[in-house]
């Protein structure tokens, strides 16, 4: 099947740095990422949509200065936590959506903010 | 209102028996997509099993299969003969097929096989 990765698989930042995860197809164009957040035991919250080449879609109650999305190409796109505080300690991760509109997920990434 | 809903959070059941996770959901569009995922300790997101809402047949793969009852808006997951590797954290999910392809989730079932 698909792949997907994200780099990093876990970071760990200081309270007001920003941390960029990054999400790539290896071996397909992705026409749609997505990128969810998850807390413990809790289900995957859709953070926002994105498109190559365009501004990305973000879900109600998302600030967006603070989660930045860029869609730089048909295999990668990246979120960056700007000034990142301990409440974004989370889990985060990306999907990819082939031209099939079959939906690969990648491993996701623990952010841990101290 | 919750599109999505999962009403177990958690389950038991016994090695080889079978089990159900209940999912119903809420669309008023006509064309949509059902998802079911598996996530373990791990974090990764394992498809499992896909419903359209044209699909007739419910249904399955291998020892998941999909209760798809569309007048009462349910898609119940039937695990058979389980395994212990089968303990993780169940989701359900839609995927309206006129919101751009974003799957919703519930808010999952964490089964635990045991021995």
Same mark, same amino acid.
């Given at each position: 099947?698909?792949?997907?990765? $994200? ?7 200081? #309270? ?8 790539? +197809?290896? @071996? *397909? ?8 957040? =998850?807390?413990?035991? $809790?289900?995957?919250? /859709?953070?926002?949509?994105? &498109? ?7 879900? $109600? ?6 989660? /930045?999305?860029?869609?730089? +190409? ?41 | 209102? =919750?599109?999505?809903? $999962? ?18 959901? @809420?669309?008023?569009? =006509? #064309?949509?997509? /059902? *998802? ?16 359209? #809402?044209? @699909? ?10 999909? &209760?798809? =009852? ?5 898609? &119940? /997951? ?8 089968? #303990? ?9 097929? &006129? ?17």
């Amino acid at each position: 099947g698909a792949v997907v990765s $994200q780099h990093p698989s876990w970071v760990i930042c200081k #309270s007001g740095t920003s941390v960029k995860i990054e999400c790539r +197809s290896l @071996d *397909f164009q992705a026409t749609t990422m997505f990128w969810y957040r =998850q807390f413990p035991k $809790q289900s995957l919250m /859709l953070m926002a949509t994105s &498109n190559e080449g365009s501004k990305a879609t973000y879900e $109600q109650g998302v600030e967006k200065d603070k989660f /930045l999305i860029n869609h730089a +190409s048909l295999t990668l796109s990246t979120l960056t936590v700007t000034s990142a505080h301990p409440e974004d300690s989370s889990f985060y991760i990306c999907s990819a959506t082939s031209q099939h509109r079959e939906q690969y997920f990648g491993p996701g990434t623990r952010l841990t903010v101290t | 209102a =919750q599109k999505i809903t $999962q009403t177990q959070p958690g389950m038991f059941v016994q090695e080889k028996e079978a089990v159900t996770l209940d999912c119903t959901y @809420d669309t008023s569009d =006509q #064309s949509y997509g /059902l *998802f079911w995922y598996k996530q373990p300790s791990s974090g990764e997101m394992i498809f499992l099993i896909y419903q359209g #809402s044209y @699909d007739e047949q419910n249904a399955t793969e291998g020892r998941y299969s999909l &209760n798809f =009852q569309k007048a009462r808006k349910s898609a &119940n /997951l039937v695990i058979s003969a389980s395994q212990l590797g089968d #303990s993780a954290m169940y989701f359900c999910a839609m995927r309206e097929d &006129n919101q751009g392809g974003k799957l919703i989730f519930g808010q999952g079932t964490e089964l635990s096989v045991k021995p």
